[in-house]
């Protein structure tokens, strides 16, 4: 597993972005994506998470109604399309791969991407 994030940038409050996750060595079609953020001074937090189906997702509490997780298996790619976004959105996102097969409530990553800055302004 090879994960590469796009997508970030800077955008005012109530904007959207999009953002796109590829596995560049084309494995992680078979496990768990999830979305992760670290703002500054901050610990890494869950985002969002979808089984490798694509049938089933989990957010966190701060993304329900707000972030929608999706994934094209042929294409290798994981997305977090990022609706009304807020300044306290501001972080750096990471796509991560769980190849555990747990629930997606309890995921824990075993591969990180780079990550991708996100900038909200008020």
């Known amino acids: 597993v090879q994960l590469v994030e796009s997508g970030g940038g800077l955008v005012q409050a109530g904007g959207s972005l999009r953002l796109s996750c590829v596995d560049s060595?084309?494995?992680?079609?078979?496990?768990?994506m999830a979305w992760y953020r670290q703002a500054p001074g901050k610990e890494r937090e869950f985002v969002a998470a979808i089984s490798w189906t694509g049938g089933s997702t989990y957010y966190a509490d701060s993304a329900k109604g707000r972030f929608t997780i999706s994934r094209d298996n042929a294409k290798n790619t994981v997305s977090l399309q990022m609706n009304s976004l807020k300044p306290e959105d501001t972080a750096v996102y990471y796509c991560?791969?769980?190849?555990?097969?747990?629930?997606?409530?309890?995921?824990?990553?075993?591969?990180w991407g780079q990550g991708t800055q996100v900038t909200v302004s008020s």
């Open positions: 060595r084309r494995t992680a079609s078979s496990y768990t």
């Open positions: 991560a791969v769980d190849t555990a097969y747990g629930s997606l409530s309890r995921i824990s990553p075993n591969y």
